[in-house]
């Protein structure tokens, strides 16, 4: 069983968490004039990066909060943890 660390709660089972997709997405700036098109790629379109990945995760079975994570897409491996809003680390 694999620890993720929650920054509130500190390190707990992965079964207590859910993935939210890649981190720092930035909602447009001016939804109403985004196509059909500019809309489907901002909802569907993610990077899917082999190595070093921010993403989201949620504690979904703890705290319920939400945070970002590094972790390595070949290994599985987590690298750190930062609650949103916080400066991303260096993914390299």
Known sequence: MQL??????GPREETEF???GQAHVAYPADPDALSDEDWAHYVFFRSNTKGRFAERWSHSAGCRRWFNAV?????YQFHS???VGEQRPATS
């Open 81 to 83: 943890f930062y609650r």
């Open 71 to 75: 972790r390595d897409t070949a290994t």
């Open 18 to 20: 859910h993935y939210g």
């Open 4 to 9: 993720i660390e929650c920054p509130w709660c």
